[in-house]
Structures are given as structure tokens and as C-alpha cells.
């Protein structure tokens, strides 16, 4: 398989080895479409840079292995067993983590060759060959089986290099030196000197050790404590590495064990194990010996640690929010003198901290709140939001585009205001009247009525919160919702063992009872529309009248997952971006009864570092961090279920924040 095989354009067209080599992020692909689920045995030796597409990603191996399983009807031959699907092995020898073959994330070794990665549970085990999966062998020093032909081949390389080598005068200065430029690039000491283009190891070793001696007090002492974490996902390593850099030490539980290795490689002081948080067995063991449960797993699995917490006696901090199953640990939880502290990231979390900062502050003053509008995103940094949704997936897209379909509700001039489900939400979007520059909108999120009273804000004649998107993801959204492809009904055309679909066929049978020729098919979504042509622009952009392949995985929402998560994923040098905005209005009454009105508005803003964290792991990561050193510090008397909602939990904790640069802008406007 050459290049030319499985490379096209995004937009278009076919493959160009010159255009490609200068901007690979201008193509795309189709390798695990259109060959993958035919090859029984892949050897991948292709180079892979960061820029690159990949030949397979974790989110499409799945698709390729559904798509790829035999007739049932087969019989089974003695001694050859049936196997479950086409596709049996990957030989990497690339050999690039995570690169071409992005499931591929540890090397196997001539003592150990292979592993089973299990595309279902997104692991791989070494040892036992009974596991269904991919065999796979990733040997990052493969020519070594082969020392003869290795050793001939690179001396043949090396040889024509020798003689000027040989004939060089060394006690010449380096740039006085009459070298090959080859050699002369690759040499990075000479005369007991750094060569110029490797000055920079001076630099890095020289902050190296300085960092080191900052952090020498902390990290080389023994621990003061002992946290199990549960989950590695996004915002993970920058909660791990704070608790570590405050001499804690940690124990990642984790259902994909390689990444949780993976994240606290090169960290003192951690550990890791799998584990399967249903199992109550497991999640005790986990727990036992700790101080501190920190879960940054779905909230549903919040109930199953939190009941080993309860047996185990240990503390539990979650950025989620309080579930009425959460809720019902508070007796229990009081019962053992513990604290269950929820809702501790970004939103909810940090949008608590500000929201009650600026209302005890009002009360403590003397004036009243009439009115209190939240909004919050995590978006990508409008340089990257160039997609027809504006918007982009660090994992995976169901619950956003699912939201959208949900109920929601809110209290406005002293009236109730309520969504129904199925997509009423997008139609009472605002256009955000704060920071234009961002061309924001906000929608409706959750039940913000039942915010009034444990905010203490029950005169207020308004309380909104909601989520904020660019202008251009409702107009997507709704063309969407109207053409059915985020319904979560069953479709037989996508059960995994139907025959092979194009989006353009799928969205022909969901738009009509009867058969639309291709050529109709764009006219009748148009006319599905309403003439809309901004809707069917970011249809037709995202792909969804063409002859791209849809995964067969149940629901059209699931097959729309499965495109979004690969098609709007952060690319390498792309960033995020989080916006928090609250703006009160609040009533000052003089000792001359004259009234003044503040509108005050708090804003936070924070981009993600291309080369670090992003914006959303780090405002979520990091606070539950600072949260969870809290609780350990035993700075929250108060035991139960509990919120931000008070100055002993969120006062410190926005100070720590402040210290990280993450604090508001706070403006206000008055009129008398």
C-alpha cells in the first residue's frame, strides 16, 4: 500500500506527494475505510509525524473489526476455530507510540512480542492469547533480529564518512574545522565545548537543576499523604502532578491501564492498577490504606465509589454534580465523620466559587441581588473553530450532541420558563451581549431554578445559567436535530453486521420514507430545511451528503459520534479555550433611601497550552486538586454531601487558583 493508496485531500481531490510532504494536515486517511477491513495481517513501516493523518485511530478500529466479522452460517473447521472478525494482527514496524497505529501505545520485546489490544475496552494484555482483540507486535529495535544484514547496512552508510573524519585536524576550532556538513551538524562537543547548535542543553540542564532545587524540599521527602484517583482521562495528569508537587502521593485506578502508566510516568510517589469501577471488590482494595478518593470517572460511577468510601472510611471530592444517588450518602457519610465534597471543576465548580464570592460579598455590604445570568464553554481558540459546528471534541461527542435534545429551565422577570426536550432548547439561544469579540452564543443548561435558594437568591427576579457556543453551532444543531441524525433510535441499516453504508444513502432514509435518487438528495434536504442555507452548508461540510463511510454502530447518533470524535478532534498545535461569564445586577439602598443600581460583570478566561494542558484540564484538574489538599488538610469542618457554596470551601481554594493565574476580571456599571 503506497501513499497514493489511502491519502486524498480534505477538501477534495487527489494526492499530491509535494503538497503532502510541505502540509500533511491537508489530507486525510481513508485507510481504515477502504482497505483495513479487508487485510487480515497489517505491517505498517510508514513514518508518522504529528501533522500526519493516522492509518488507524483507537475511535476507528472499532468500526474497521465490526465491519469486517464472517457469516455466522460458516462453519467451523477442527482445529481452526471461527474468529470474530477479519482483522487478526498489526505488525508496527514503525514502531511510533501512538503514531500511525494510535492504539499502539507500548512497545513488546523479543522476551514478550506480542500483546492483545482489545478495541472494546481499549487495553491490552500480554500473556493471555484467549482475550479477544488484535495480536500485535511493536519491536522498536526489530533490526537487531537481524545483526548481520543491520550491521552491513548501516556500516555501508557510515563508510563514506570515514575518510574525511579520519583526515580532520581536531586541534583546529570547531567552525575552523574542514568537515561535511553532515558531520559537522551531528557533532555536539568538540575542544570539550558545546557546538553552537547544541547550546541549548547548557540552558535546559541549567533550568533542569533549578527546578529541581525548587521542588527538592517537596518531592524527595517521604509523602504526608495518600490519594486513589479514579480515571485517567483529560484532566488527569494536571491533578496528579499538583498533588505530587505537594508531597502527596498518588494511586491511579484506571480501567485503561496503559494510560494511566502513561500518566504518571516520570512522577515520584505513584502508582497505578486496573481496575472496573462496578466491581466493589476492586474499588475497596483500591480505596484501602487511602486518606482521599478523588473520581473523575462519569458521574454514574460516582455511587460505586462512594459506597466503598463509606465502608472504607475515606474522603471523596468529584467535579460532578450532585446526583440524587450522591445525595443519598449524606447521613451515612456525616455517620463516619467523612466529606463527600461535589460539583469542585470548572462548571460546576469555579462558576460556583465566583457566583457565591460576589453574592456573600453583596449581603455582607447591605445590597440586594435582583438578578443573576451565568454562562460557560469550553470551546476551541477561534483560530481553530474553523468547522461547520464551530466546535471541537477532546472525547467523545455524545453527551454534547445529546444535550441539545434535553429539557431545561430557568426563572425570568419573576416567572418560570420551561424547555421541553427535543430540541426546544436551541431556539431560546441569545446572542451573548458581553465580550463581542468571541461572537458567542448562550443556551439554556439544566434546571437553574433550583440554584435560587442555595445561592440565597430566591428575591431575585432572574436566574439563568447556561453553556456557550459560537454563533454557527445552533443553526448547525438544528439542521441536525430536523434531519434526524442525532436520533438514539435502533436503525436496522446500522446494526454492525448490515452491509457497508455511505452517509449520503443514510441521511436519504431518514429524510424520506422512499427512495431519493442521489442526485435529488441535496434538493430535499434543502427543502427539509426550509430553504435554510446555512443549515445545509454545515451539512454538506460535515460530510453527511457524501460517500464517507458511516460506522455501524446502532443509532445515527452513535454513527455521527464516531465521525465528529475523528473528523473535529484537537489537532497537534491546536488549543482550547474556557469563557466564564456572570453578571449580577444589584440593588444599593443610600441612609438617604436613595437606590443605586450595580450591573457587575466577572469574567475568566484561559487558553489551553498547545504543549501542556488544556485550558478545560487544567480549570478542572487543578481545582480538584487544590480541593482534595483542602479536605486533607482538614481546612472543611463540616461533614456530608457537600458544595462550593461557602466561603470555608471556596474562599481558599480561589486563592490557591489566583496564585496559578487563573482569576476574573471584575467590572461594574452603575446607574442612579
Request: glycine share 6%; with cysteine.
Amino acid at each position: 500500500v503506497r501513499r497514493e493508496d489511502h491519502l486524498e485531500r480534505v477538501d477534495g481531490g487527489g494526492f499530491d506527494r509535494e503538497e503532502f510532504n510541505s502540509s500533511p494536515e491537508r489530507y486525510r486517511s481513508t485507510f481504515a475505510d477502504k482497505i483495513a477491513p479487508f487485510a487480515t495481517v497489517i505491517v505498517n513501516g510508514l513514518y508518522w509525524h504529528p501533522n500526519q493523518p493516522r492509518l488507524i485511530t483507537t475511535k476507528n478500529v472499532k468500526s474497521v473489526l465490526r465491519r469486517t466479522r464472517p457469516d455466522e452460517s460458516t462453519s467451523e473447521v477442527p482445529g481452526v476455530p471461527r474468529l470474530p472478525h477479519r482483522l487478526l494482527a498489526i505488525c508496527d514496524i514503525s514502531a511510533d507510540l501512538q503514531g500511525g497505529i494510535e492504539f499502539m501505545r507500548s512497545y513488546t520485546s523479543f522476551d514478550n512480542m506480542f500483546h492483545i489490544y482489545n478495541p472494546e475496552t481499549d487495553q491490552a494484555v500480554s500473556g493471555n492469547f484467549s482475550e479477544n482483540g488484535i495480536l500485535m507486535m511493536s519491536i522498536d529495535n526489530l533490526s537487531a533480529q537481524l545483526p548481520r544484514e543491520a550491521t552491513d547496512h548501516f556500516g555501508d552508510q557510515l563508510r563514506h564518512f570515514l575518510p574525511p573524519l579520519m583526515k580532520a585536524d581536531w586541534s583546529q576550532k570547531f567552525e575552523n574545522l574542514e568537515l561535511p556538513n553532515t558531520i559537522k551538524e551531528a557533532i555536539i562537543m568538540s575542544g570539550g565545548r558545546l557546538t553552537p547548535s547544541f547550546e541549548y542543553i547548557a540552558q535546559m540542564r541549567t533550568a533542569r537543576s533549578a527546578r529541581a532545587h525548587r521542588s527538592a524540599s517537596v518531592i524527595s521527602d517521604a509523602p504526608k499523604h495518600s490519594v486513589v484517583l479514579f480515571g485517567s482521562g483529560l484532566v488527569a495528569r494536571p491533578l496528579v502532578e499538583h498533588l505530587v508537587n505537594n508531597g502527596i502521593a498518588v494511586h491511579v485506578a484506571s480501567n485503561m491501564p496503559d494510560e494511566a502508566k502513561k500518566l504518571v510516568a516520570s512522577l515520584p510517589h505513584c502508582t497505578t492498577s486496573p481496575i472496573d469501577a462496578t466491581n466493589s471488590s476492586q474499588v475497596r482494595d483500591a480505596i484501602r490504606g487511602a486518606e482521599l478518593a478523588i473520581s473523575v470517572l462519569p458521574a454514574p460511577l460516582h455511587p460505586h465509589i462512594a459506597k466503598a468510601c463509606i465502608d472504607e472510611k475515606v474522603h471523596m471530592v468529584t467535579a460532578s454534580y450532585t446526583s440524587p444517588e450522591m445525595a443519598e450518602f449524606d447521613q451515612a457519610a456525616k455517620e463516619r465523620n467523612l466529606i463527600f465534597l461535589n460539583e469542585i471543576g470548572l462548571d460546576p465548580g469555579i462558576d460556583h466559587f465566583l457566583a457565591m464570592q460576589c453574592i456573600d460579598d453583596v449581603k455582607h455590604r447591605g445590597g440586594e441581588i435582583t438578578s443573576f445570568v451565568s454562562w460557560c464553554g469550553g470551546l476551541p481558540a477561534p483560530e481553530d473553530s474553523d468547522n461547520p459546528l464551530r466546535y471541537k471534541f477532546s472525547w467523545s461527542p455524545r453527551a454534547v450532541l445529546s444535550n441539545v435534545t434535553r429539557p431545561a429551565a430557568y426563572w425570568q422577570d419573576n416567572k418560570d420558563v420551561e424547555i421541553p426536550e427535543g430540541g426546544s432548547l436551541l431556539d431560546a439561544c441569545e446572542t451573548a451581549d458581553f465580550m463581542p469579540g468571541f461572537n458567542l452564543q448562550g443556551i439554556p443548561n439544566r434546571d437553574s431554578r433550583t440554584y435560587r435558594q442555595p445561592y440565597g437568591i430566591e428575591s431575585a427576579h432572574t436566574c439563568k445559567r447556561g453553556t456557550l457556543r459560537y454563533a454557527g453551532y445552533v443553526e448547525a444543531m438544528k439542521a441536525l436535530i430536523k434531519l434526524g441524525a442525532i436520533s438514539t433510535d435502533l436503525n436496522p441499516r446500522l446494526e454492525p453486521s448490515s452491509a457497508p453504508l455511505q452517509w449520503r444513502d443514510l441521511m436519504a432514509m431518514l429524510i424520506a420514507p422512499t427512495d431519493v435518487r442521489a442526485g435529488d438528495l441535496e434538493s430535499c434536504v434543502l427543502q427539509l430545511l426550509n430553504g435554510n442555507t446555512q443549515q445545509f452548508q454545515a451539512v454538506k461540510d460535515l460530510g453527511l451528503l457524501s460517500s464517507e463511510s458511516v460506522a455501524l454502530v446502532g443509532t445515527p447518533l452513535d454513527a455521527l459520534c464516531d465521525k465528529l470524535s475523528q473528523d473535529l478532534e484537537y489537532g497537534p498545535g491546536e488549543r482550547d479555550l474556557v469563557v466564564l461569564h456572570h453578571r449580577f445586577h444589584i440593588t444599593w439602598t443610600s441612609s438617604t433611601a436613595s437606590k443605586s443600581v450595580e450591573q457587575r460583570d466577572i469574567a475568566l478566561v484561559m487558553y489551553g497550552d498547545p504543549n501542556g494542558h488544556s485550558a478545560m484540564a487544567t480549570t478542572v484538574g487543578l481545582t480538584t486538586a487544590i480541593a482534595g489538599r483542602l479536605v486533607l488538610g482538614g481546612g472543611i469542618r463540616r461533614r456530608g454531601v457537600l458544595v462550593p457554596f461557602t466561603s470555608d470551601i471556596y474562599a481558599p481554594i480561589l486563592k490557591e487558583l489566583g496564585q496559578h493565574s487563573i482569576k476574573p476580571v471584575i467590572r461594574s456599571k452603575w446607574e442612579h
